[in-house]
């Protein structure tokens, strides 16, 4: 075995049986009526689809072959030094009485949040966290409470205002001055247009129309590539759509704004991001959700308040949006309930990753599955959703986190990102995978996440989970149309959970403020997952760096 990392522990799996389910001929049974009553669940088969509220194509191409299975030996390798030290610990996930029990307005530094210095430095996921209000004289979010305390930092209350460590980006200020001159006015800018599936994107002059009301102009500085840009590229039939400005992974600033837009102003920084949080409605208002009934989460080709596109070409041929967000153009429009303003402190290369990726990985093991301190995380996949899935379940004080794999580099680039032992499927002999985990955790994992995008993949997380209180979590997207079997029984007598998570159950206006402030504390790393920056007009670069899987994130800049 050639790897590339020191091993304390090397063992064989031993033929002995684990109890964990995993054979494909258990898998197939239909959910029972009575099943479907007690539980709530869908009809027999599961729609990969419903779990994820929408009908979506991401795939982690680079991942294709995971968990083939293979004769050899299985061998399972744990990482010597592993990135983060949690140690287990007896506390219960509670919040603390002295500030997380209720919305804090005046922590000072004699009044810690005890249960989670140290080892989680993410709130539990039952702490209310309110929305951002934000002030207009010093443009700036200033938090109402202060849910951002909780790590090993000293608690702030006051948001980030006067605590900036890293340099504001200046030449986003630099422009703002000159930006209301276009106010009301049609933009002439440059975009890569997507004309045709998987061809080369056409950098080409497009027009972009002022906001209608509750909409936002905003001038792109840094983009990145998501694999669910790709995916819609490729993509020949419905909901694809052509000629198209694709990107979703984006910072900016506000150039204008629509009528009735009072949350941000010119020049504000913003994060655009695909999941709408109106905060008026039922959802938005529950914190048990983060999908906006208001504007439900559609793949549409549209703006979501006025149903029309805000781009043409220079022959007047309208653009379609991708994802409410359309960022590889130099100009964007974006609905109020699509953006989150930002501090302008933070570097864009990394403010850009919580558009989608980073948030979506890391909300997963933190809002949607909730992993508490010394839990044991399983994530199938190491493409990038897999390693900020990893760092997730590391800032919430998971001490063992155990990367599925096919591709041994991965594993490399994955002790980075605190995984801290690996399988690979291929070495695992006849032995089913989620055997192979049931036998490294004495039953099960607490939490197993799909990152790569295969319902069988789904199944296997279900599988390595342990019984009565597993949680296998959805992250990657399948094609449409993909179903889920389980057995009926293993269902009903495991007593496990299977559990979607789109955006990682963010909702952007409470949630992207808390990460960022981790980001600024330095307690979140996404330093690991910016393998290239480039310029926007090199994109077609970038596409084929991640359709190849050589890059995590590829970030474009717009004006370097
Ligand atoms: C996807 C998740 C499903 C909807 C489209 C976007 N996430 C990230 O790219
Ligand atoms: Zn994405």
Redesign the pocket.
């Known amino acids: 075995m050639l790897l590339p990392f020191r091993r304390t522990h090397l063992f064989r799996t031993l033929a002995h049986t684990a109890a964990l389910p995993s054979s494909p001929a258990a898998i197939g049974a239909a959910i029972s009526p009575s099943h479907q009553r007690r539980y709530h669940a869908p009809p027999p088969s599961i729609s990969t689809a419903s779990l994820?509220h929408?009908s979506?194509l991401?795939r982690e191409h680079h991942h294709a072959p995971l968990l083939r299975r293979h004769t050899t030996t299985s061998i399972i390798l744990r990482s010597a030094a592993p990135q983060a030290t949690h140690p287990p610990s007896p506390l219960p996930h509670r919040p603390c009485p002295h500030c997380c029990s209720s919305p804090c307005r005046q922590l000072t530094s004699s009044r810690i949040c005890r249960p989670f210095t140290k080892s989680s430095v993410l709130p539990p996921r039952e702490t209310i966290i309110p929305r951002v209000t934000t002030s207009h004289e010093t443009k700036l979010p200033v938090y109402t409470t202060a849910p951002l305390s909780m790590g090993s930092s000293p608690p702030q209350c006051q948001g980030v205002k006067g605590r900036r460590t890293m340099a504001t980006y200046q030449p986003l200020e630099d422009k703002v001055a000159g930006e209301s001159q276009t106010r009301g006015k049609p933009i002439r800018c440059r975009a890569a247009v997507s004309r045709k599936a998987g061809e080369p994107l056409v950098m080409e002059e497009v027009m972009v129309a002022p906001p209608m009301a509750g909409e936002v102009r905003i001038r792109i500085i840094c983009t990145s590539l998501?694999?669910?840009d790709l995916t819609y590229w490729k993509l020949k039939e419905p909901p694809a759509c052509f000629p198209r400005i694709l990107g979703?992974e984006a910072v900016g600033v506000v150039e204008s704004v629509g009528e009735n837009v009072t949350e941000v102003a010119e020049g504000d920084t913003v994060l655009p991001i695909?999941i709408p949080d109106c905060g008026e409605c039922i959802d938005c208002r529950s914190e048990k959700s983060n999908l906006c009934s208001k504007f439900p989460f559609e793949?549409s080709p549209w703006l979501p308040r006025h149903k029309s596109s805000r781009f043409t070409d220079l022959k007047g041929e309208v653009l379609y949006h991708f994802?409410n967000v359309s960022s590889f153009s130099e100009y964007t429009v974006v609905d109020i309930d699509n953006i989150t303003k930002i501090s302008p402190a933070i570097p864009p290369n990394k403010a850009c990753l919580f558009s989608?990726g980073v948030s979506?990985g890391v909300g997963a093991a933190w809002r949607t599955a909730n992993v508490e301190k010394g839990s044991t995380v399983v994530i199938f996949g190491l493409g990038a959703i897999g390693l900020a899935v990893a760092e997730g379940a590391r800032l919430c004080g998971a001490s063992r986190i155990i990367g599925v794999d096919t591709n041994l580099e991965k594993f490399d680039v994955a002790k980075k990102f605190g995984v801290t032992e690996f399988v690979n499927p291929r070495n695992c002999g006849d032995k089913p995978v989620s055997q192979v985990i049931g036998e490294m955790t004495d039953g099960g994992a607490d939490y197993c996440f799909e990152c790569v995008g295969f319902a069988s993949l789904v199944q296997d997380a279900f599988a390595s989970c342990r019984k009565g209180w597993g949680k296998a979590i959805m992250v990657g997207?399948d094609k449409p149309g993909a179903m889920l079997n389980f057995s009926s029984v293993e269902m009903l007598h495991y007593g496990k959970s299977v559990m979607g998570s789109?955006y990682g159950g963010l909702k952007p206006k409470s949630h992207i403020p808390v990460l960022l402030q981790r980001l600024v504390d330095k307690e979140l790393n996404v330093d690991n997952f910016i393998t290239h920056e480039m310029k926007f007009e090199d994109i077609n670069k970038a596409f084929d760096l991640l359709a190849k899987g050589k890059s995590i994130r590829c970030v474009m800049w717009m004006d370097k």
């Open positions: 994820h929408a979506l991401l998501c694999h669910s979703h695909f793949i994802l989608c979506t997207v789109i």
